[in-house]
């Protein structure tokens, strides 16, 4: 073949096709323009796909001479991606015969649709008269995305899967208002057997009188892999489910239930264990609209999450209940945990989570400092418990706990000078290095670790800063209970060496705590963490206990890791180092440089 007469037209179709995978848009639309040959060949490739999902786009999409084009060519699209209902007024237009009049039955005019062969179609959008029939139309839809930014009917749940024979992936997001439970029950159960992915993110009602009994046959579903259900389903978890889960085979692998479900109805473990498909995620954050704090006990979820040993996530917030029965079947049952996150739960002690730590060997992330409500304190790891023994969570590369109960004789007022009282003086400055040598080794064993988090932040739950009246300076001054006086001072006669074998750390989060970083422990973290890009609450707002010269070096060395403070004006920052008032006094013990 003479390269210099070369036409892709020329190959083998096959072979073209496979050419024009690499082609950009912008490639095939001056193809386009070459010759009929090449404008046959490459216009079905530039309207396969049409995604309208930004400004820039739709306002290109505006044009009249686009518009018409995108009419003529409407047929050929595979793929439709959009944000904007006027989009979908372009593919969906009344039809010639309701110009002239309405629909005698529900007033609503019919709707011809010019795109008639999608396989793909991913909307947000709310006006439903549109969205409805445009999948009525496309009988060879196989993935379905549609955030409805509301309500979808009932009517429609239960006669979809009539329209959607071939699909494949389902995904729904109408979570604001309810749906009936029997017409998720209907569509679940009706959906094709070619199903295998399915997410919804629903609000159900719940039902005022029993349920009928249900004479349909279910459809069955052996090819489903994957369910995940998300929101509120009002009570109807069995009555929603269980013969849908009963029809799927073993091929489903990952499951999703709203938190209520996994806790109440046992029945639904049962059909999922017979599958192999128990779910590896346990959530349960906030108790759902419907249902009281009663009817979730700390047995509850111990028994819930005692049903299986294949957890990879298990995230509990804000649970009252939640309390030494749970924290042992975590322990029993963490063998394959991956990301634990527990917090605001008050009935939990730091001894607990310590023999989780300690039972969890595939552990990557760990949070249990959360945004603690002031009733409840935040949950703390003595420092006596994390000694004790060791970690089996080797490989974390996230570690959020707030660990306290270490003795610190060098501090002696908390915030705005006011006295320490409790067991901040018990020991000596060298016992208190002692056991923080001991616990940072611990910590300077999990090599692999990204981030590390001992503080927290400084709001309340709500988000608020709070303050309190303050006569003797006659000012309304910051109050934060939750500051950490007996905590890590990470000063290198404290330990921070042994941190030394953490050269894959990224941010270190310190805010809220009596620290004592001063230029040597600066020095030694930008020789020793190569990686590290933030260090988090290094100045703490009402707490003045740092070490002099640290300002001055941050300055000079304008360390990438501190730029939030090399960025600022040092006015944005207190500094009292003589300790009278605006936090932290240290005593003459502490070392001073």
Known sequence: MNPTSFSLTKLPVEVQFCILDYFSLRDLVRCVLVNRAYHVLCTPRIWRAVKITHQSAFHMFQSPVVEEALIRNAPLVKELCTDYDKVIKWIVRPSVSSLTADSPTSGARPMNCICKNLVRLRVKAVDQDLVIPLIKSNPRLRTLIWNAFGAIPDRFLSEAPAYLPAL???????????????????FLEDLPETVRT??????VSRQ????????????????????????????????????????????LR?????????????????????????????CQIIPLEGTTSEELTDIDFSRVISRSSKWKRIDIRSQREVGSWTAAAIASHCQELETFTLSDCPKVNG?????????????????????????????????SDVVSSSWA????????????????????????????????????????????????????????????HLGHNEFSADGRSRFEYDPTDDMAVFENDQFQLTC?????AGGLDQLA??????????????????VSELEWIQENWPCLERLEGLFNECYDILEPGVWSWLKNHKPRWGEMYTDSDEDDFIFNETGTRGGCCMNSNSRRH
């Open 168 to 186: 494949k992936e389902i995904e729904l997001d109408a979570s604001i208002h309810p749906i009936h439970p029997q017409a998720l029950k209907r």
């Open 198 to 203: 399915i997410s919804l993110h629903i609000t």
């Open 208 to 251: 005022l009188t029993a349920p009928s009994t249900d004479l349909i046959k279910c459809r069955p579903h052996p090819r489903l892999e994957s369910i995940k259900i998300k929101g509120n389903m009002g009570g109807e978890d069995e009555y929603v489910f269980a013969r849908f889960l009963a029809s799927c085979s073993t091929r």
């Open 254 to 282: 990952r499951v999703v239930l709203p938190h209520h479900a996994q806790l109440r109805i046992s029945s639904l473990f049962d059909i999922l264990e017979r599958l192999a498909a128990v779910p590896d995620t346990f």
């Open 351 to 383: 001894a607990a989570v310590q023999r989780i730590l300690c039972s969890a060997p595939n552990l990557l992330h760990v949070d249990i400092v959360g945004m603690s409500k002031p009733a409840y304190g935040p949950l703390q790891l003595h420092a």
């Open 393 to 452: 969570c080797k490989s974390l590369e996230t570690l959020s706990v707030n660990i306290t109960g270490v003795p610190r004789p060098d501090v002696t007022a908390q915030h705005y000078g006011r006295p320490t009282s409790g067991a901040l003086h018990s020991g000596t400055v060298e016992d208190s290095h002692d056991i923080q040598r001991r616990i940072l080794a611990q910590i300077g064993t999990l090599t692999g670790l990204q981030e590390l």
């Open 488 to 492: 890590l001072e990470l000063s290198l």
């Open 501 to 518: 074998g953490l050269k894959e750390l990224q941010v270190l989060n310190v805010t809220g705590m009596a620290h004592r970083l001063g």
